[in-house]
């Protein structure tokens, strides 16, 4: 499967480049810096140049030819608001827009977790999860896209389990590497199509839990 990762160079779409590669797959990173391009050379993956600013038709361009595209792209804690509306709201429109414009229909977003439910919105990041709940209604009901959400809650750094839970979830956190397995994992799961994935560290196997999905 030929794949493009939009927001590779973030820590997620590090561990899903790596993890594609690893598995066998034809997977390009997108990335928005030239100097951001060593880390994936040291591993042999391929990069492109992603402008999240720019024209879904210039984006289509680079999309041409791929089976899926990750998107996994955000603004940063560091940037402000204004950032968060145009590379986490309007950037991943964008991507979905020229996901259709280049004819690719396997798209996987990964979300927050309870981005959809505003009550359960954290209030110090209530902008981020704005831009989330619009980009992914968006995903859901503009387009027609095979799509995937996969909505993570708290990130950690801590080494990953390799098991998840996606059901009857309170809160919680998961290990980066995780939610990349996870997100790897859906693109050989077609129940996963069309579905909106809460994850947190659980007690069953990733293929398992997205079996049962």
Same mark, same amino acid.
């Given at each position: ?16 480049? %790596? ?8 997977? /390009?990173? *997108? ?19 992603? @402008? ?8 289509? /361009?680079?999309?041409?030819? +791929?089976?899926?595209?990750? +998107?996994?792209? *955000? ?27 280049? *004819? ?39 387009? @027609? ?11 950690? +750094?801590?080494?990953?389990?390799? %098991? ?23 693109? @050989? ?12 560290? *659980? ?11």
């Amino acid at each position: 499967m030929k794949v493009f990762v939009i927001g590779a160079n973030g820590n997620v779409g590090r561990l899903i480049s %790596k993890q594609l590669s690893e598995k066998g797959e034809d997977v /390009v990173a *997108g990335i928005r810096k030239p100097e951001q391009a060593a880390f994936f050379d040291d591993l042999h993956i391929k990069t492109a140049h992603v @402008d999240l600013l720019g024209r879904p038709e210039e984006l289509g /361009v680079t999309l041409d030819g +791929f089976d899926a595209i990750i +998107f996994t792209a *955000g603004s940063g804690g560091k940037t402000g608001d204004d950032m968060t509306l145009l590379i986490d709201l309007d950037g991943a429109v964008k991507s979905m827009q020229a996901a259709q414009i280049a *004819g690719v229909k396997r798209y996987v977003m990964v979300s927050a977790l309870w981005a959809e439910d505003r009550n359960r919105w954290n209030d110090a990041i209530r902008p981020y999860y704005a831009a989330k709940f619009y980009a992914d209604e968006w995903l859901r009901y503009r387009t @027609d896209l095979d799509y995937t959400i996969v909505e993570p809650g708290a990130l950690t +750094f801590d080494e990953g389990t390799g %098991k998840i839970n996606t059901a009857g979830i309170e809160g919680g956190s998961i290990a980066r590497e995780d939610v990349a397995s996870t997100v790897v994992a859906t693109l @050989d799961q077609p129940k996963t199509i069309n579905k909106t994935i809460p994850v947190v560290t *659980g007690e069953t196997p990733i293929s398992e839990a997205l079996k049962n999905i």
